[in-house]
């Protein structure tokens, strides 16, 4: 069965360091998303992403985060100088243009210390 | 943010029994509904999706909706060990972001 895969699959990172998180969603997918968790709360939306722009994003998704679709296949999430509440799981999705099914991944765990 | 709202206080059951979960939503603009499985440090896999008010049966799975009362409710009937997981609802009025409740945590006692 077609899955997402995301990797790293676990990240530890200094404060104020670039993380760089990829994801590999279904191949005849065209929607893409970034989720997060963060320990005990709920599953947070951060950005939606079709026809290579940001469609949606949500108020967590500040100048800090940026989304990129750098070749056909990968679609990664980036943040510039992390802080220590951005310690929390992220998870990649992708919806397929005709349905309504979203997708996750298995997610990346980022710990910032 | 409190558009889905679901009491997130673990739930034991022996098995066999039926585990019955519920969330409120307050947007009326939500058309899917959803409830998804997640394992511990997993990502949410959908387990039901639900479009409107109704019921929908899969297996062991039953989902209902209830628009007027802004209600969603999963049923998962003659539960197994297996079925120990965390459980969300999830709701949207499109098709991109998705509002997701808290989670309930099933535990299912052989």
């Known amino acids: 069965e077609p899955e997402v895969t995301q990797t790293p699959s676990h990240q530890v990172t200094q404060m104020g360091q670039e993380v760089i998180l990829r994801c590999v969603p279904i191949?005849?997918?065209?929607?893409f998303y970034w989720y997060r968790q963060i320990l005990g709360q709920k599953v947070e939306f951060l950005v939606s992403f079709y026809n290579n722009e940001i469609s949606e994003k949500s108020e967590i998704f500040d100048d800090q985060f940026s989304v990129e679709r750098p070749d056909g296949s990968n679609f990664t999430l980036k943040i510039r100088s992390t802080k220590l509440e951005d310690s929390a799981m992220y998870f990649c999705?992708?919806?397929?243009?005709?349905?309504?099914?979203?997708?996750f991944g298995e997610g990346s765990w980022l710990t910032v210390v | 943010q409190k558009e889905v709202e679901q009491d997130p206080g673990p739930l034991s059951v022996p098995e066999g029994a039926i585990v019955s979960l519920n969330c409120t939503y307050s947007?009326?603009?939500?058309?899917?509904f959803m409830w998804y499985r997640q394992y511990s440090r997993k990502g949410p896999e959908l387990l039901m999706y639900t479009y409107s008010s109704g019921n929908k049966e899969d297996g062991r799975f039953t989902a209902q909706v209830d628009k007027s009362s802004k209600y969603i409710s999963l049923f998962i009937r003659d539960s197994q060990p297996s079925d120990s997981a965390t459980y969300l609802c999830a709701s949207s009025y499109g098709n991109n972001r998705l509002a997701f409740g808290k989670g309930n945590q099933v535990v299912v006692i052989p």
């Open positions: 999705a992708s919806r397929a243009e005709s349905g309504n099914t979203i997708y």
């Open positions: 947007n009326s603009a939500f058309q899917y």
């Open positions: 191949s005849n997918h065209l929607y």
